[in-house]
Structures are given as structure tokens and as C-alpha cells.
């Protein structure tokens, strides 16, 4: 099996040819990026880290040491998601925050164009030659979720799996991974199917559209805002652990396919 990790909040970039059309990052998420280009360690987040706004330089952290400790290939999306979510269908109510709903349908199409269709035909693409060399694919996306549910209380899970339980190789897959990270990592409670179904809109569901499911594990890994968003020391350790895991659980499986 190959293992293919996405990231499809952790961009930070506008692209070029939509920079005179759109406001400074500031103005849609609240936050301030001093120079789109560079990997961002110049944002300054919110006070509030329990919901994401716009840039979700958490996720992105989370899945480079994950991609890393995991030994796994790792696709993020560069530009910003307070643009457009490229997880979302098209048809989808929340594909364009309100801020860029309320933009010309002319602005709305280049995003969709610069932005949209490229990350997810590259993620398409990739997962293609992938299955070339190997029997089948495991593609991680990796996401955070918001600390606390829209009526206000705390979320019950540090993290979760969501997969679709119709396909029996995703729920195996899952299991199997699941038992690692309790036997790994304790202080997380992990959930399967948390904080939402492993079927909703998404882009893994997109992806199983396209693959057949023996050779297709679309998983999307979620971390909890109010531990991932913390800039400590245990946070990396944890990480490291949750990656290893996933790595362990790669290799096994390239084991009993040999």
C-alpha cells in the first residue's frame, strides 16, 4: 500500500492573478499575513484559537509532523481557505465563505479556477500514479475542528476518524489504527465518525467516487482546536506519536502484502 497525506486548510497565499481583485487577508479572516509567500510564521492568530478563521496554520503544522513521522508524501493546498474550501462539491452551500459569496460571480469563477480545480486534480492525479505501483492507497486529509459545538459546548473527542463504514477496507483500516493511537497515545480520546460523518461532503467522499474501494481508503483525520492549536512542547510529542502510528500501521501493511 502507498500513503498520501492532503492538507486542504493550511494555505496562506492569494494567487497573483486575483490580488488586485481581493481585499487584504485581514479583512476576510482576521488575520495578517506579512508576506503571502513564505511559509507562514509571520501570521498572528486571533486570540481566540478555538475556531478556525480563514488560515488554519494548525492543520498545516499537524500534517507536515504527521507527513513527516509517518513517512508519508504530503499535498497541501497553498492558498487561502477563507477563499473557497477545496473540500467542499461544488454545489455545496459553504464551498465560498459569506464574505466571498457576496463577490462578482466573475471573482468567484477565477477562485474556482486558480485555486479549486488544481489542488484537487493534483490530489486526483497523484492518488492515479499511486495505484500504478501499488495495490491500493490510503489518502489521509487532514483537518483541525472547532473546540466547542455551534451551541456552545465542549466537543467530547481530541480526535477523530471519519471513513465511510459501508466500505469494509476503510472500516478495517480505521480499526486497526484506532487500536494504535490507544495503545500510543492515551491521554487523546479518539472517535470514529467524529465530529460528523465520514460521508458527508467531502473531499475523500469525492475521491471514492473515483477509485474502487479495494483500492481506495479515503480517511480524514481530525484534531481537535483545543489541544492542537497549543504552541507547546507536548503538542510536537503528540504529533510524533500519532505520525509513528500511522507509519507503523503502513508498514504492517507492506509487510503482509509481501
Known amino acids: 500500500m502507498s500513503l498520501l497525506l492532503t492538507c486542504d486548510t493550511g494555505g496562506w497565499k492569494t494567487p497573483t492573478r486575483l490580488r488586485d ?25 486571533p486570540t481566540d484559537r478555538l475556531s478556525r478563521r480563514g488560515v488554519d496554520r494548525e492543520a498545516y503544522f499537524a500534517a507536515r509532523k504527521l507527513a513527516h513521522h509517518g513517512g508519508s508524501e504530503l499535498i497541501c493546498n497553498e492558498f487561502r481557505s477563507d477563499l473557497v474550501d477545496v473540500g467542499r462539491s461544488l454545489h455545496h452551500r ?19 479556477e486558480e485555486i479549486y480545480h488544481p489542488y484537487r486534480n493534483r490530489v486526483q492525479q497523484r492518488i492515479a500514479e499511486l495505484l500504478q505501483t501499488w495495490s491500493y492507497v490510503v489518502h489521509l486529509s487532514v483537518r483541525t475542528f472547532d473546540a466547542k459545538t455551534t451551541g456552545g459546548d465542549w466537543q467530547r473527542g481530541d480526535l477523530g476518524l471519519l471513513y465511510d463504514p459501508a466500505r469494509k477496507d476503510e472500516l478495517d483500516w480505521c480499526l486497526d489504527l484506532f ?13 470514529r465518525n467524529h465530529p460528523h460523518r465520514g460521508t458527508n461532503d467531502s473531499l475523500t467522499k469525492s475521491m471514492r467516487a473515483e477509485f474502487p474501494p479495494d483500492r481506495y481508503l479515503g480517511v480524514e483525520l481530525t484534531l481537535n ?10 503538542r510536537e510529542k503528540v504529533l510524533e506519536r500519532i505520525g509513528r502510528c500511522i507509519g507503523r500501521l503502513a508498514n504492517a501493511s507492506i509487510e503482509r502484502a509481501a
Do not use: C, Y
Open 179 to 191: 487500536d494504535e493511537l490507544f495503545a500510543s497515545v492515551r491521554e487523546l480520546k479518539v472517535r
Open 94 to 112: 459553504d464551498l465560498f465563505p459569506p464574505q466571498v459569496r457576496a463577490l462578482p460571480v466573475e471573482t468567484r469563477d477565477a477562485i474556482i
Open 21 to 45: 481583485r481581493l481585499a487584504p487577508a485581514e479583512d476576510f479572516s482576521g488575520l495578517q499575513v506579512a508576506e503571502p509567500d513564505l511559509i507562514p510564521t509571520t501570521i498572528s492568530l
Open 225 to 234: 482546536r483545543a489541544w492542537v492549536s497549543r504552541p507547546v512542547i507536548r
